[in-house]
Nanobody, 124 residues
Protein backbone atom coordinates (compact mmCIF):
# COMPACT_ATOMS: atom_id res chain seq x y z
CA UNK A 1 0.00 0.00 0.00
CA UNK A 2 1.01 3.60 -0.63
CA UNK A 3 -0.19 6.62 1.28
CA UNK A 4 -0.18 10.11 -0.21
CA UNK A 5 -0.46 13.33 1.77
CA UNK A 6 -0.90 16.72 0.12
CA UNK A 7 -0.07 20.09 1.65
CA UNK A 8 0.30 23.71 0.61
CA UNK A 9 -3.23 24.65 -0.34
CA UNK A 10 -4.87 27.85 0.82
CA UNK A 11 -6.46 31.14 -0.15
CA UNK A 12 -4.69 33.42 -2.60
CA UNK A 13 -5.63 36.42 -4.71
CA UNK A 14 -5.81 36.19 -8.48
CA UNK A 15 -2.35 36.51 -9.99
CA UNK A 16 -0.72 34.98 -6.94
CA UNK A 17 1.18 31.74 -6.47
CA UNK A 18 0.99 28.58 -4.40
CA UNK A 19 3.16 25.50 -4.19
CA UNK A 20 1.54 22.17 -3.46
CA UNK A 21 3.51 19.25 -2.08
CA UNK A 22 2.73 15.55 -2.06
CA UNK A 23 4.57 13.05 0.12
CA UNK A 24 4.32 9.33 -0.54
CA UNK A 25 4.98 6.66 2.06
CA UNK A 26 4.65 2.91 2.29
CA UNK A 27 5.61 0.60 -0.58
CA UNK A 28 7.13 3.30 -2.75
CA UNK A 29 10.15 1.43 -4.06
CA UNK A 30 8.66 0.59 -7.44
CA UNK A 31 8.71 3.02 -10.35
CA UNK A 32 5.65 5.21 -10.65
CA UNK A 33 4.45 8.37 -12.29
CA UNK A 34 2.82 10.99 -10.13
CA UNK A 35 0.07 13.34 -11.09
CA UNK A 36 -2.15 16.14 -9.89
CA UNK A 37 -5.87 16.32 -10.50
CA UNK A 38 -8.45 18.84 -9.33
CA UNK A 39 -12.17 18.92 -8.73
CA UNK A 40 -14.27 22.04 -8.48
CA UNK A 41 -17.76 22.01 -6.92
CA UNK A 42 -20.29 20.47 -9.28
CA UNK A 43 -17.63 19.41 -11.77
CA UNK A 44 -15.84 16.19 -12.57
CA UNK A 45 -12.30 15.53 -11.45
CA UNK A 46 -9.89 16.71 -14.13
CA UNK A 47 -6.26 16.10 -14.98
CA UNK A 48 -3.84 18.92 -14.21
CA UNK A 49 -0.30 17.60 -14.62
CA UNK A 50 1.86 14.46 -14.50
CA UNK A 51 5.55 13.76 -14.01
CA UNK A 52 7.40 10.59 -14.97
CA UNK A 53 9.32 8.33 -12.60
CA UNK A 54 12.63 9.89 -13.63
CA UNK A 55 11.27 13.40 -13.42
CA UNK A 56 12.41 14.08 -16.95
CA UNK A 57 8.99 13.88 -18.54
CA UNK A 58 5.99 16.07 -17.80
CA UNK A 59 2.57 16.71 -19.24
CA UNK A 60 -0.03 19.40 -18.55
CA UNK A 61 -3.64 20.20 -19.18
CA UNK A 62 -4.00 23.01 -21.70
CA UNK A 63 -5.69 25.18 -19.07
CA UNK A 64 -2.56 25.30 -16.90
CA UNK A 65 0.27 25.18 -19.45
CA UNK A 66 2.73 27.98 -18.93
CA UNK A 67 1.42 28.71 -15.43
CA UNK A 68 1.91 25.45 -13.49
CA UNK A 69 5.06 23.37 -13.13
CA UNK A 70 5.14 19.82 -11.81
CA UNK A 71 8.31 18.27 -10.42
CA UNK A 72 9.41 15.53 -8.07
CA UNK A 73 12.03 15.34 -5.40
CA UNK A 74 15.33 13.51 -5.69
CA UNK A 75 14.06 10.72 -3.47
CA UNK A 76 11.18 10.16 -5.92
CA UNK A 77 8.76 9.99 -2.98
CA UNK A 78 7.62 13.57 -3.28
CA UNK A 79 5.94 15.61 -5.97
CA UNK A 80 5.33 19.31 -6.25
CA UNK A 81 3.01 21.57 -8.18
CA UNK A 82 4.14 25.17 -8.50
CA UNK A 83 1.13 27.27 -9.47
CA UNK A 84 1.70 30.79 -10.74
CA UNK A 85 -0.63 33.43 -12.21
CA UNK A 86 -3.55 31.79 -10.46
CA UNK A 87 -7.05 32.50 -11.67
CA UNK A 88 -10.41 32.19 -9.89
CA UNK A 89 -11.23 29.25 -12.19
CA UNK A 90 -8.30 27.36 -10.64
CA UNK A 91 -10.30 27.12 -7.42
CA UNK A 92 -10.75 23.43 -6.58
CA UNK A 93 -9.66 20.61 -4.34
CA UNK A 94 -6.32 19.39 -5.67
CA UNK A 95 -5.45 15.70 -5.42
CA UNK A 96 -2.10 14.01 -5.71
CA UNK A 97 -2.08 10.56 -7.29
CA UNK A 98 0.39 7.77 -8.06
CA UNK A 99 0.36 5.51 -11.11
CA UNK A 100 2.47 2.35 -11.48
CA UNK A 101 4.99 2.02 -14.26
CA UNK A 102 6.34 4.41 -16.83
CA UNK A 103 4.66 7.04 -18.95
CA UNK A 104 2.58 10.11 -18.25
CA UNK A 105 -0.98 8.97 -17.61
CA UNK A 106 -3.72 11.58 -17.83
CA UNK A 107 -6.78 9.52 -16.90
CA UNK A 108 -7.89 9.07 -13.33
CA UNK A 109 -8.40 5.30 -13.70
CA UNK A 110 -4.70 4.90 -14.47
CA UNK A 111 -3.82 6.05 -10.96
CA UNK A 112 -4.02 3.51 -8.17
CA UNK A 113 -3.36 5.66 -5.13
CA UNK A 114 -4.84 9.01 -4.16
CA UNK A 115 -4.36 11.58 -1.44
CA UNK A 116 -7.17 13.20 0.51
CA UNK A 117 -6.89 16.50 -1.35
CA UNK A 118 -6.01 20.06 -0.43
CA UNK A 119 -8.24 23.07 -1.04
CA UNK A 120 -7.03 25.88 -3.30
CA UNK A 121 -9.17 29.00 -3.40
CA UNK A 122 -8.34 31.92 -5.70
CA UNK A 123 -10.21 35.14 -5.04
CA UNK A 124 -10.86 37.73 -7.74
Amino acid sequence: QVQLVESGGGLVQAGGSLRLSCAASGRTFSSAAMGWFRQAPGKEREFVAAVSWSGGGTSYADSVKGRFTISRGNAKDTAYLQMNSLKPEDTAVYYCARSPGVGLPQRAYEYHYWGQGTQVTVSS
